[in-house]
Nanobody, 123 residues
């Protein structure tokens, strides 16, 4: 069975950095576009970043220049390096997988979700 397990969330001060990790199992990882979404309280889940199966990269405008997504196909892992964090980045961050995902995706296009990891940025 497919599992996506996020880690690395926590509490950080504004201006700080965190790196999220998503470990995938039960799927042919190289065939999947891997994405990060986030959901703040009272808001819809939103796209953050994606690295496609061809290793093209997409970011939302709100994180471009501050966040970096990457993948390690040998370790079935995707990362999200988050710098210059601000309180508006506070949310639960979800790892997502899309078979043959080759462009930025919407939440209703995701094949598999992780359980999420909380990121809280204090001002």
């Amino acid at each position: 069975q497919v599992q996506l397990v996020e880690s690395g969330g926590g509490l950080v001060q504004a201006g700080g950095s965190l790196t999220l990790t998503c470990a995938a199992s039960g799927l042919r990882f190289r065939r999947y576009g891997m994405a990060w979404f986030r959901q703040a309280p009272g808001k819809e889940r939103e796209f953050v970043a994606m690295v496609t199966w061809t290793v093209s990269i997409y970011y939302s405008d709100s994180v471009k220049g501050r966040f970096t997504i990457s993948r390690d196909n040998d370790k079935n892992t995707v990362f999200l390096q988050m710098n210059s964090l601000n309180p508006e980045d506070t949310a639960v961050y979800y790892c997502a997988a899309k078979l043959w995902g080759d462009r930025a995706i919407r939440s209703n296009q995701v094949d598999y979700w992780g359980q999420g990891t909380q990121v809280t940025v204090s001002s």
